[in-house]
Nanobody, 120 residues
Framework: QVQLVESGGGLEQAGGSLRLSCAAS????????MGWYRQAPGRQRELVAT???????NYADSMKGRFTISRDNTKNTVDLQMNSLRPEDTAVYYC??????????????WGKGTLVTVSS
């Protein structure tokens, strides 16, 4: 089993910054692509950003230049630095990991989500 623990959500004013972190533990051999998704009330879950095991990143257009995704392979963590926050960034943010388990299965795991609220 693999456990994901997300942290860093909260309430911030427009223009401010928040940093989200997701730590994975358990039966992990290695981690492939790691990412963050978000779901606003009444909307579908959408991609925020992903980062491959080699460090290549991909961002949704509305996050480019404001958000930065990073990972620490020694700690099995993925972070999302969010700057210049906007009220429309308000959502539950979910960590998503592609895990190679110790018995060499490829599994996709989702965190439980952390709420980010941006006030105007």
């Amino acid at each position: 089993q693999v456990q994901l623990v997300e942290s860093g959500g909260g309430l911030e004013q427009a223009g401010g910054s928040l940093r989200l972190s997701c730590a994975a533990s358990g039966s992990i051999f290695s981690l492939n692509t790691m990412g963050w998704y978000r779901q606003a009330p009444g909307r579908q879950r959408e991609l925020v950003a992903t980062i491959t095991s080699g460090g290549s990143t991909n961002y949704a257009d509305s996050m480019k230049g404001r958000f930065t995704i990073s990972r620490d392979n020694t700690k099995n963590t993925v972070d999302l630095q969010m700057n210049s926050l906007r009220p429309e960034d308000t959502a539950v943010y979910y960590c998503n990991l592609e895990v190679i388990t110790r018995n060499y299965y490829t599994m996709i795991y989702w965190g439980k989500g952390t709420l980010v609220t941006v006030s105007s």
